[in-house]
């Protein structure tokens, strides 16, 4: 089994009182529930990074941020159930949007974007990624 990295830059808000997510279309979280965002291009900047991937994503441009939180995780098995020895590092960004959700199709590595209430929806198959920035932002409404 090879070891494998991977850093990447994510944004985690609210749109109408719900945590935008994304669901994954392949990759070790394909099928998961994830956070909308992705890796830097050569030569741009984490927020570039974040910008970019929003618009891409979920159609919306990049406001403000508020808080960044780094994170390390070590994932030992794919969503299939696969063994692998993936260390996912990068930072959550809690973060202010212009616009709503437009793209709720499939983009890229990502089937849908999905929203969530907590006290609406149980928070069925997260990724690795989203049980993190559970824990890093317990305010989030993931919980």
Not at 57 to 64: D, H, I, P, R, W
Not at 109 to 135: G, I, K, Q, T, Y
Request: proline share 4%.
């Amino acid at each position: 089994m090879n070891e494998t990295t991977h850093f990447g830059v994510y944004g985690l808000w609210k749109q109408d009182g719900q945590v935008v997510l994304v669901r994954k279309s392949r990759g070790p979280y394909s099928g998961l529930l994830d956070l909308p965002g992705g890796s830097p291009e050569i030569n741009e900047t984490e927020d570039q990074t974040l910008a970019r991937e929003l618009d891409e994503e979920c159609g919306v441009l990049l406001a403000s941020i508020h808080r960044r939180v780094r994170f390390s995780i070590q994932v030992e098995l794919s969503s299939t159930g696969e063994a692998i020895d993936l260390t996912h590092s990068g930072r959550i960004k809690s973060v202010n949007v212009f616009g709503q959700v437009r793209r709720l199709g499939a983009f890229e590595d990502v089937a849908s974007v999905e929203l969530f209430d907590s006290e609406r929806h149980s928070l069925e198959e997260p990724s690795p990624l989203v049980r993190e920035a559970m824990h890093l932002y317990p305010e989030s409404g993931l919980v």
